[in-house]
């Protein structure tokens, strides 16, 4: 009887076609379950982070997104499918205790890759708290009141603990007022510690005579003309959206320069704007045009200019076609008698009035429609009393 070989190789060959018949199954079954829990926790990018794969029965990449990643390993387990978890939680281990920051200099620059030639996404005032998520040299990924996630350098924040950022919070705060200014080393004013802007926020450490006292996050002391800042309390309560306190804001930015991704009196682009116009005026709203436009209610999309009030945002851009989606590319505010003013080059008002002087054509063109978010509560738009949540 004539014997019969299997060669090992065989064998082997065969458990290997086995396991590249199954892998590809539970890799399409996998990426369904991580795009179906990217849609439900971070359909917008720049505000959550869930950056999934799932490859050779390996779970890689990294989140912000914890109980859902918890969520998405217990359903795995419960499918029976077997795999190595290497999904980098953030905030990242690396960074210990420290996961905490305030910005430190009158704007911060918040980029959206860690280096300074990428794009600027943001801008981020002194005294703002910032969740801090990783470090990749000498770069921060971080996330802003707002949510929106960017890259910023270690020069313009402090690291701080949890405790520690809380501890400061508390402390007694002032605000500067004015749209540009100083703190000095002494009242002589001799010598500059840091400039400022409108709504940055230092700790009050006491008076001298017309000056008062304050601290920076880092530290660092200095002294500003008490007529260039308001208490805390004082200017939380002093904040409204009214039609006037809307119009003069914006009006004090007339000829401030366009500039791509700024949200502060150095430079705004469109949406850093209408940012700064509500930031000044006790309200935080969403950072970019395409998403203010989901925020509140829609007042028009025929260009009824009759309906619209002081204080809607008119968003711009490219109209939805079967074979495109809607583009939102530019966004102003509307300031009554045909008028709106807006960043495009420079702060301007532009008018949709024919017989107007500043008629603008060109936006007219490409409007899209009118949104109100005045006394129109949402989730996303917070008041800036939420900034320092602990002062009394």
């Not at 690291?159 to 402390?171: F, G, I, N, Y």
């Not at 996050?217 to 809307?246: F, H, N, Q, V």
Request: glycine letters at 6%.
């Amino acid at each position: 009887m004539k014997r019969i070989y299997y060669p090992i190789f065989s064998l082997v060959a065969v458990a290997a076609l086995l396991l590249s018949c199954e892998a590809p199954n539970n890799n399409a079954e996998v990426t369904a379950l991580i795009e179906s829990k990217r849609a439900e926790l971070a359909p917008d990018k720049r505000v959550a982070l869930w950056d999934l794969t799932f490859e050779n029965d390996s779970l890689k990449g990294e989140t912000d997104q914890l109980q859902g990643l918890e969520e998405l390993l217990s359903t795995l387990k419960d499918k029976g499918i077997s795999f190595t978890n290497a999904v980098k939680r953030l905030p990242d281990e690396a960074l210990g205790d420290q996961t905490k920051a305030i910005v430190t200099i009158s704007v911060a620059n918040i980029r959206s890759n860690p280096r300074h030639s990428a794009e600027l996404a943001t801008q981020a005032l002194m005294g703002t708290p910032l969740n801090v998520l990783k470090q990749e040299d000498s770069w921060y990924l971080v996330q802003t009141p707002d949510g929106y996630l960017s890259w910023v350098d270690r020069a313009g924040i402090q690291l701080m603990t949890p405790k520690e950022q809380e501890t400061w919070l508390q402390d007694e705060k002032v605000v500067y007022t004015q749209l540009y200014g100083h703190v000095w080393v002494s009242p002589e004013q001799k010598e500059m510690v840091s400039d400022v802007v409108a709504g940055d926020i230092l700790t009050f450490e006491g008076e001298l005579h017309n000056y008062v006292e304050v601290s920076l996050p880092d530290g660092r002391l200095g002294y500003i003309p008490s007529r260039e800042i308001l208490p805390w309390e004082d200017w939380i309560a002093s904040r409204s959206t009214s039609p006037e306190k809307l119009i003069t804001t914006a009006k004090q930015m007339m000829g401030v320069p366009y500039l791509w991704g700024g949200t502060s009196i150095k430079g705004v682009d469109c949406s850093g704007f209408t940012k700064t116009i509500y930031y000044l005026n006790g309200q935080i709203i969403p950072r970019d045009a395409s998403q203010q436009i989901h925020e509140g209610e829609l007042v028009d999309e025929n260009k009824n200019w009759e309906n619209l009030q002081v204080g809607d945002l008119l968003f711009f851009g490219v109209k939805g076609t079967a074979e495109q989606k809607e583009r939102v590319v530019h966004v102003g505010m509307w300031i009554g008698n045909g008028e709106f003013i807006h960043s495009r080059g420079r702060v301007r008002i532009s008018s949709f009035d024919p017989e107007n002087a500043n008629y603008d054509e060109y936006e007219l063109g490409r409007y899209l429609r009118t949104k109100r978010i005045v006394n129109v509560p949402s989730e996303h738009i917070l008041s800036v009393s939420a900034l320092l949540p602990n002062q009394q």
